[in-house]
């Protein structure tokens, strides 16, 4: 099951900062908080993953509270093109070879608005 | 960047039929993992392999099977088809364990009618 809750939706202006939290209340220690997204009937693409740190890279910037029982992904400068599905998923580091499944919840519908 | 590749992109079978979909991972992957995704879900995981080896199983039917070759290409096979097995299915691909990400492919539609 997934451990994750997203707002099921959220609206964006055009080239306003889009701002997705999500909750992990139960996370593990071993485990990292992972961003996909996926437009329309396409593949999900990753964005961009942490531990306990905030991390950035070219697409967004991931933001992990304290605590690690929260975290915001900030989509910089929205774009149509950003609208998408966004899910939020826990993954463990795993000692066994495929065993690290990403198991996907409900997501949010990000819709960015000209 | 080499991607994943899905093969066939679209696929249209009859029920009580079997389908074959093939998955190429990304060069080096060595991980591969097959998800469902019906109309209006999220991708449900399936099933996936490690060096060749089963790693670990999701709510895939008895009627489909997978495997994955000495190339580490995978194939799910689908047999005795139903309606209700008419969805997009993903692969992805990874490099081994230990937090690596996983990349996923284009997807493959199956329609059953």
């Known amino acids: 099951d997934a451990k994750t809750t997203q707002p099921p939706s959220m609206d964006c202006a055009e080239g306003r900062a889009a701002n997705l939290p999500c909750n992990h209340s139960?996370?593990?220690?071993?485990?990292?908080v992972y961003w996909y997204r996926q437009i329309h009937s396409q593949g999900p693409q990753y964005i961009i993953h942490g531990l306990k740190n905030n991390e950035t890279n070219e697409m967004a910037s991931l933001i992990i509270t304290e605590d690690r029982k929260s975290s915001t992904l900030i989509l910089p400068h929205a774009t149509l093109r950003d609208t998408a599905v966004y899910y939020c998923i826990v993954k463990p580091l795993s000692s066994q070879g495929g065993s690290e499944k990403l198991v996907f919840g409900k997501g949010t519908k990000l819709t960015v608005n000209p | 960047a080499a991607g994943v590749i899905q093969s066939p992109r679209h696929l249209i079978k009859e029920k009580r039929e079997t389908a074959t979909l093939k998955c190429y991972p990304i060069p080096r992957h060595d991980t591969v993992y097959w998800y469902q995704q019906g109309p209006g879900q999220d991708p449900q995981f399936l099933i996936s392999f490690y060096e060749k080896m089963q790693s670990d199983k999701g709510s895939i039917p008895d009627r489909f099977s997978a495997q994955q070759f000495s190339d580490y290409h995978s194939e799910l096979n689908m047999s005795s088809l139903e309606l209700g097995d008419s969805a997009l299915y993903f692969c992805?691909?990874?490099?081994?364990?230990?937090?690596?990400?996983?990349?996923f492919g284009e997807g493959s539609w199956l329609t059953v009618v």
């Open positions: 992805a691909s990874s490099l081994g364990y230990q937090g690596n990400t996983i990349y």
């Open positions: 139960t996370i593990s220690g071993n485990e990292y």
